[in-house]
């Protein structure tokens, strides 16, 4: 016996019905941090510690940057160099 699936292409169980796919946002790319310290400054408010914020892609680097907690540091920042190049471009 032959397999439905061997003979033609698979097709999904649910055909899409509406015809339309919404479009995915751009990947982006995320510096994370290198360094994280205290100023000694007075912060905005809000804000509670400062940190450098590195990206492993490009190498690009950031001034300091005020964050509001650790949990804002962690999440990292988007890399000013990566995510200004054409969509699927590899060159740096």
Same mark, same amino acid.
């Given at each position: 016996m032959v397999s439905p699936h061997s003979t033609t292409k698979y097709k999904p169980r649910q #055909? *899409? %019905?509406? +015809?339309?796919r919404k479009p995915r946002t751009p990947r982006r790319y995320l510096a994370h941090m290198s360094d994280v310290g205290d100023h000694g400054c007075i912060y905005e408010p809000g804000n509670t510690c400062v940190a450098l914020f590195s990206c492993a892609r490009c190498g690009w680097e950031s001034g300091?940057?005020?964050?509001?907690?650790k949990t804002h540091v962690l999440r990292g920042v988007a890399c000013a160099k990566c995510n200004d190049q #054409?969509? +699927?471009? %590899?060159? *740096?």
């Open positions: #055909p *899409d %019905l509406f +015809g339309y300091w940057i005020e964050r509001q907690n #054409p969509q +699927g471009s %590899l060159a *740096d």
